[in-house]
């Protein structure tokens, strides 16, 4: 007669399986990894979205800045800002679409629009107030407020936001150009050393260029005057 072991079963030592892990953790974990997808799903949507609205909001910028291209051919700033009839201007049309390239360039448009008229305190208003990614475009900015502080006669600071603009700027060619603008604004108000160094530099930096020879031009007139 055999004896009846009693006692607790025996379980065999077997590892769940890889497949096994994943049912577990899916049922465990279920509401998170749902919670999870529909997260991912929403994102993508709306970056696909945003980027449609980008895009559209692009082609109706580009569209309406089209219509005020006339009015700035003309001479007729004043309605190229403030829009005509149907045409939106340029003062709306780079508030309500900053950000895309068409509004940019409205800003950098509206802005020399108002220097144009001879508004220098409005035109450095919006000179310093846009934005930019390019960084050319973010040194015509800068240039520009130059230019408005030299309608001011403001020429000291003309010159620095000339120099800040040849810094921003990666045109090598628009380099040279903002560095003499700033040279020659230390020029008109006699501080021709700052001038003559700067005209140097455009020479060393720029050989052969159209901002050299100007600079070696300028440099040539003042050279018996800088002490």
């Known amino acids: 007669m055999k004896e009846i072991q009693t006692g607790a079963p025996v379980v065999n030592n077997i590892k769940p399986s890889a497949e096994d892990n994943l049912l577990y953790f899916a049922i465990k ?11 991912l799903v929403c994102i993508g949507g709306g970056i696909f979205f945003w980027m449609r609205h980008q895009q559209t909001s692009e082609q109706e910028a580009e569209l309406k800045l089209s ?3 006339p009015l700035l051919d003309r001479g007729d700033f004043r309605n190229a800002i403030n829009g005509t ?3 939106d201007g340029l003062k709306k049309i780079s508030e309500d679409y900053a950000g895309t390239p068409s509004g940019n360039m409205a800003s950098l448009l509206f802005a020399n629009a108002y220097y144009s008229l001879k508004e220098y305190d409005s035109a450095l208003n919006v000179f310093k107030s846009v934005s930019l990614k ?3 475009l973010a040194a015509a900015a800068l240039a520009g407020a130059g230019d408005s502080y030299v309608g001011k006669n403001q020429f000291g600071l003309a010159a620095e936001s000339y120099q800040e603009a040849s810094k921003k ?3 090598s060619v628009l ?3 903002y560095m003499t603008h700033a040279a020659d604004s230390y020029q008109a108000i006699n501080q021709l050393q700052k001038a ?4 140097t530099k455009i020479i060393t930096d720029f ?7 100007l600079a070696q031009r300028s440099l040539w007139k003042i050279s018996g005057k800088v002490k």
Do not use: C, F, M
């Not at 974990?29 to 997260?39: E, F, S």
């Not at 050989?207 to 020879?213: I, Q, R």
């Open 29 to 39: 974990y279920k509401a998170v990894v749902i919670g999870a997808l529909i997260l």
């Open 169 to 171: 700027a990666e045109n």
């Open 134 to 136: 390019n960084n050319d």
């Open 85 to 87: 009839g149907s045409i």
């Open 67 to 69: 219509r005020i291209t």
């Open 175 to 177: 380099k040279a150009q």
């Open 207 to 213: 050989p052969g260029s159209t901002g050299a020879a």
């Open 196 to 199: 003559s160094e700067i005209y």
